[in-house]
């Protein structure tokens, strides 16, 4: 028995292999294997290679796997493309109706089923996905009343007879498959997972949920890919909880709109991704002047322009740390897994209140829509922090004005919502004084300035960095950020039977650089490697810039849409040392 397996389905855009593997998977969770997927898309609605490769494991896992053991095709061209991933002895379950066969070299067995002719006797080849799942489930020896419960659950809501025809193509497809193999394939038969529960879900999802959770009740977004999940995720649950989601027209108004809210004391929030973001950077800075509180998450994907909007890239840093003019305080937070989405999400929107600054969720494709096993989450460590938040206001002398940019020692004003009695003050873009009146008084400004600029100095989220060290003087340091960290860790397993040790540190505060939580572990180490998805080392500049050791700072690149793989990872690293 084997501890793991990887799995992938291929085919065409829109002809079911999206369901094909929600359903596998979920069948998997059900029996509480630890699950990490990976799904490769086109930029188009329908048409265009297409393929989602999950890793099975009986442990925790967050990294996609080297090599493949099944594929499942429902055309040629994911034989071709995806068959080099097979390890020896591998296993293409195909669709007999295009005459599959094996690239020369690869070394596999090919199970040809009549996958489209057995889902047209049942009464469509629209259930084509359900026989071929049923083959590659039957391969493993697992139940199928697992199987058939997760049907169930999909088809459901289309009624008895829809759930009973897909059943029956399930059964089919596993009948078929094991005639021709003889039976279940005993070297991919997998251990019995731990059958504790564990949650499946993307990035997006587990952001949409911690808005809810923290008190969000406005989301306003224009659909982008990869953010657009997390805007159809609060568009079915937010009005359960008393809000709403407002599609807007651009990404301009989605960062204003939230803003009104924000001001009005409502939490806020808006998601996209590069394109969008550039929309928005005069909104942020206006965030930041006016000291309103404003949640944006950025979804990065492949760039410039409209670039690779379905491939995984890390190139945004540098727009979220400078991309505003002009100078403002505020954070830019990065998750490294699917809890990290959860309560950072929570995180930045009390950041956001507590100091009065706009507050970037930065992930990636991969983390965004990258679906993975989560442990439950635990609601009883939520707080809800709403800073300098002032009501009961005491009474003005006339004709005096709140002071709501009050000069104060820690840098954050006292705030009060509109229509709170003894709370009138301006708000406006420009520089003004301490009541909001606009002023262009020299002295006035730079108190302002240094007023704004002070309140993040020393300010960091809960695990600034996350650091594991267990060397005091290491071969080498790896840095990463976002979705690398899983595949950092199986790199450094291989390395460490190599006898090359190693610590991991996962910068997870962009902006305020966390310079002094970081020194310790770049001052222990031989060597530092930053690990990133962009061509221009955006993470190791900030490294460098904050903190120094640029003559030891070695960059391993990845930017050609996607993620890095723990061989290439492990690859590199031994060419540096």
Not at 18 to 27: K, L, N, P, Q, W
Not at 49 to 63: D, G, L, M, Q, V
């Amino acid at each position: 028995m084997i501890s793991q397996l990887s799995w992938k389905i291929g085919g065409q855009q829109g002809e079911g292999v999206e369901s094909t593997d929600r359903i596998f998977s979920t069948a998997l969770n059900r029996l509480g294997y630890y699950l990490y997927g990976y799904r490769h898309f086109s930029s188009r609605i329908k048409g265009g290679h297409t393929n989602n490769k999950i890793r099975i494991s009986t442990k925790p896992i967050r990294a996609i796997s080297d090599d493949l053991d099944i594929l499942v095709a429902f055309d040629q061209e994911s034989i071709d493309l995806n068959s080099y991933e097979l390890r020896p002895g591998g296993v293409v379950v195909a669709d007999a109706k295009f005459n599959p066969t094996l690239p020369d070299g690869v070394d596999a067995r090919l199970f040809a089923v009549p996958i489209t002719a057995i889902a047209e006797e049942l009464g469509t080849s629209l259930m084509k996905n359900m026989v071929a799942s049923g083959a590659s489930w039957a391969l493993l020896g697992l139940p199928l009343e697992v199987f058939n419960k997760a049907v169930e659950e999909e088809f459901g809501r289309k009624g008895p007879a829809i759930v009973e025809k897909n059943v029956e193509a399930v059964k089919r497809g596993a009948e078929y498959v094991l005639e021709l193999a003889g039976g279940p394939l005993e070297e991919f038969r997998l251990e019995p997972a731990d059958g504790r529960q564990k949650l499946f879900m993307i990035g997006n999802e587990a952001i949409g949920l911690g808005a809810i959770v923290a008190g969000c009740r406005i989301m306003s977004a224009y659909p982008i890919t990869p953010a657009s999940e997390i805007m159809e995720y609060l568009i079915k649950k937010l009005p359960k909880f008393g809000g709403t989601v407002i599609q807007t027209e651009d990404e301009i108004a989605a960062a204003t709109m939230a803003i009104g809210a924000g001001y009005a004391g409502v939490r806020a929030m808006t998601a996209s991704a590069g394109p969008g973001l550039s929309l928005m950077m005069e909104s942020i800075g206006l965030s930041g002047m006016t000291e309103t509180p404003l949640v944006i998450v950025d979804t990065q994907r492949g760039g410039p322009s409209t670039g690779l909007p379905t491939k995984q890239e890390q190139s945004d840093l540098n727009a979220m740390v400078y991309g505003t003019h002009g100078e403002i305080p505020k954070l830019v937070i990065a998750p490294a897994s699917i809890e990290d989405c959860f309560y950072d999400t929570i995180e930045a929107f009390n950041m956001a209140e507590k100091y009065q600054v706009p507050v970037i969720v930065m992930t990636d494709l991969q983390l965004s829509l990258g679906k993975q096993s989560c442990e439950m989450l635990d609601y009883e460590k939520i707080p809800i922090e709403r800073g300098k938040l002032v009501k009961d206001a005491p009474p003005l002398e006339p004709n005096e004005l709140f002071k709501r940019y009050e000069f104060t020692e820690d840098g954050v004003s006292p705030r009060v919502l509109p229509g709170e009695k003894y709370g009138l003050h301006h708000v406006t873009g420009v520089e003004h004084d301490e009541a909001g009146r606009p002023s262009e008084n020299a002295q006035n400004r730079q108190k302002m300035m240094d007023k704004r600029l002070k309140k993040l100095k020393g300010v960091y989220i809960r695990e600034a960095i996350r650091v594991d060290a267990p060397h005091e003087a290491p071969d080498l340091l790896m840095i990463g950020m976002g979705s690398t960290g899983g595949t950092i860790d199986e790199a450094r397993r291989r390395l460490a039977a190599d006898g090359v040790t190693s610590n991991h540190v996962t910068v997870r505060q962009i902006h305020p650089f966390p310079t002094d939580l970081l020194l310790p572990y770049l001052k222990s180490a031989k060597r530092i490697v930053v690990l990133e998805n962009n061509a221009t080392a955006q993470l190791a500049a900030q490294i460098k810039l904050h903190c120094g050791f640029a003559d030891n700072i070695r960059s391993i690149l990845k930017y050609d849409g996607t993620p890095f793989l723990p061989s290439e990872v492990y690859k590199a690293c031994k060419e540096l040392n």
